[in-house]
């Protein structure tokens, strides 16, 4: 019973992974997501933005957003330090990425957190 058990958890994974994959990512993220978590805001920095990104996707917390003029600014919570995205609202792109511990940066953020 046991071989059984675990042929169909075999053939389950193999098929998430080939006809899902986005599903594959999300799952393995979940996992990931539990693991240590060690990096400095200055690591953070030094990462490539599409790394910037995947790190803020599966280890950050989203904790507010806000908007100023035609910028869009999102604060993230990486265990402890902060990460706050700037994007230019009319052309959808990533203008500013800063990481900081520093709570007088999140004064902007008061009146948007729970």
């Known amino acids: 019973m046991g071989?059984?058990?675990?042929?169909?958890?075999?053939?389950?994974?193999?098929?998430?992974?080939?006809?899902?994959?986005?599903?594959?990512?999300?799952?393995?993220?979940?996992?990931?997501?539990?693991t240590p978590f060690h990096m400095q805001p200055a690591d953070f920095t030094r990462l490539p933005a599409n790394q910037q990104l995947d790190t803020l996707?599966?280890?950050?917390?989203?904790l507010a957003n806000r908007y100023e003029g035609d910028q869009i600014f999102l604060l993230y919570n990486l265990?402890?330090?902060?990460?706050?995205l700037?994007?230019?609202?009319?052309?959808?792109?990533?203008?500013?990425?800063?990481?900081?511990?520093?709570?007088?940066?999140l004064e902007p953020y008061l009146p948007y957190l729970n």
């Open 86 to 105: 700037c994007y230019d609202a009319y052309r959808s792109n990533l203008q500013n990425v800063a990481a900081f511990r520093d709570t007088d940066r």
């Open 3 to 34: 071989y059984f058990i675990c042929m169909i958890v075999v053939i389950m994974v193999y098929y998430i992974k080939s006809v899902y994959p986005v599903a594959w990512l999300l799952i393995f993220g979940v996992f990931r997501r539990s």
């Open 57 to 62: 996707y599966y280890a950050g917390d989203i």
């Open 79 to 84: 265990r402890d330090f902060y990460v706050e």
